[in-house]
């Protein structure tokens, strides 16, 4: 079988021939067709190389090969639109630069066997495997749509990023990305689905974003995405609405795990996300929202952040919260929710009926109402159970007379009550003057600093305060 020579050009009439007067990019040995196709790249790569791929041990740079195929895929079409072809790339290891795969997916046998690995050092921000530039690999676009599947690909830490996708119906699955800049990078993403993918020792592990201010991405979700080791962040989520995070995992990122920014190409479009099931573990901050609005946080899990880190925040950013779990609280004076308003909307608030469960060791300032900003409220009480003198007493909040009230009880006698008339229930460390952070009709509650007994404070309509304090021993 004689080499096919993959630069060599075909006379078509019209503007094709002159585009191609200028293109270093082949056309498929068969010449163009009138049908979109499943090619397999090794049909365009010399078969002299065919052995060396198979044993993981090529050298050559294959990028224009993987072009041909790839033209090939889409009917001989090499810019604008195209049918939208399958390139197969079968087990083996193939070394490329910046591969051009708009309309087109690149799909491999099997992630632990089709391997995709850089060549050189990129010119600029290069990804290698990229729907933003058109099948000449040169042409740049907004379109996009191509994807992959079923790959390994390994950046080697040389400076490109993995994969880049923009536009709808885009539906990455089964991928390990390594050592890239930026391991799924997905431009406007819109009813699109990225599945099992895995980005270990990236700077970035997932990034989404759009290009032109203002728009979003809509409708799509990220479903068992794990970011091992990210550099800067696990998840760095811009320019997103209507979508989902599903059992997704943050492992040891340098700065955040899960970083939402609602304005990172100068309008607020970041909102009506939700995260759900999602967990981070070791260093860097777990959660982390800025200038988002209308965000849903359920079933999280926080484990071994780093010291003085706080698990949660919501800067300028309104959202629901439910059932965080954490192996233990934040030492102080880290939060496990930090509310910031720097005085931009929406602000920093939790939605009305936000339900966290807070370890009542942290510490950390929460209210049972919703709203809050600048960590002094924001946060749904924990119920409290303490062993004292007068029996088994619980601290909780429920409506009395339909108005909401911070309780004590022992058994099913009520002992007190104290109405919450749109106010906050703090906590802080026993030595804060609460008496002077709380307003009229608002409720204070700290527990001793060894454990031992509760302190509840009640500022009444006049502005008059009063204290009941109840020893025992906390019940975990």
């Given at each position: 079988m004689s080499d096919f020579d993959p630069v060599r050009r075909a006379t078509l009439a019209g503007a094709s021939s002159a585009f191609l007067s200028r293109s270093s990019v082949a056309l498929p040995p068969t010449g163009p067709s009138s049908i979109t196709a499943t090619v397999s790249v090794l049909d365009y790569i010399p078969s002299a190389l065919h052995g060396s791929i198979r044993q993981g041990r090529c050298r050559n740079d294959l990028t224009r090969f993987f072009q041909a195929a790839v033209i090939a895929a889409n009917a001989g079409r090499v810019l604008g639109e195209g049918p939208g072809g399958v390139v197969f790339v079968p087990a083996g290891t193939y070394p490329v630069s910046s591969i051009g795969i708009r309309d087109t997916i690149i799909r491999g046998e099997h992630r632990s066997s089709s391997c995709i690995v850089a060549s050189t050092t990129p010119r600029g921000d290069a990804f290698l495997l990229d729907a933003m530039l058109d099948r000449d690999g040169q042409t740049k676009n907004a379109s996009g749509n191509g994807y992959a599947e079923s790959l390994s690909i390994d950046a080697g830490g040389l400076g490109y990023s993995g994969l880049r996708t923009y536009g709808g119906g885009c539906s990455p699955r089964d991928l390990t990305i390594t050592g890239a800049k930026v391991g799924i990078s997905a431009g406007l993403p819109m009813w699109s689905t990225f599945s099992n993918i895995y980005c270990i020792d990236c700077e970035i592990g997932f990034y989404t974003f759009a290009v032109q201010a203002g728009d979003s991405g809509t409708s799509a979700t990220f479903i068992n995405c794990w970011a091992n080791r990210s550099k800067?962040?696990?998840?760095?989520?811009?320019?997103?609405?209507?979508?989902?995070?599903?059992?997704?995992?943050?492992?040891?990122?340098?700065?955040?795990?899960?970083?939402?920014?609602?304005?990172?190409?100068?309008?607020?479009?970041?909102?009506?996300?939700q995260f759900i099931g999602c967990g981070n573990e070791g260093r860097g901050r777990p959660f982390y929202f800025r200038k988002c609005r209308d965000l849903t946080l359920i079933g999280a899990r926080i484990v071994s952040p780093a010291v003085n880190t706080d698990f949660i925040t919501l800067d300028d950013s309104s959202g629901s919260i439910r059932d965080v779990s954490t192996v233990g609280p934040p030492r102080p004076p880290a939060l496990s929710v930090r509310l910031v308003n720097h005085g931009a909307p929406p602000g920093g608030v939790l939605i009305d009926g936000s339900i966290l469960i807070i370890d009542p060791r942290s510490q950390a300032a929460f209210t049972v109402i919703g709203g809050g900003i600048n960590d002094q409220t924001g946060l749904q009480a924990p119920g409290l159970t303490l062993a004292s003198s007068i029996g088994m007493t619980d601290a909780r909040v429920e409506m009395t007379e339909d108005i909401p009230a911070m309780t004590l009880r022992a058994g099913k006698t009520r002992l007190a009550a104290f109405p919450l008339r749109g106010g906050a229930i703090l906590s802080a460390p026993p030595a804060t003057d609460l008496a002077k952070m709380i307003e009229r009709d608002d409720v204070a509650i700290t527990l001793t600093s060894d454990r031992r007994g509760l302190r509840f404070l009640f500022k009444d309509g006049d502005g008059r305060t009063r204290a009941i304090e109840v020893i025992g021993q906390l019940i975990d």
């Open positions: 800067r962040h696990g998840f760095y989520i811009t320019q997103l609405m209507y979508s989902s995070l599903l059992n997704c995992a943050a492992q040891d990122s340098g700065e955040n795990g899960f970083y939402v920014e609602g304005d990172a190409n100068g309008s607020s479009a970041a909102y009506s996300l």
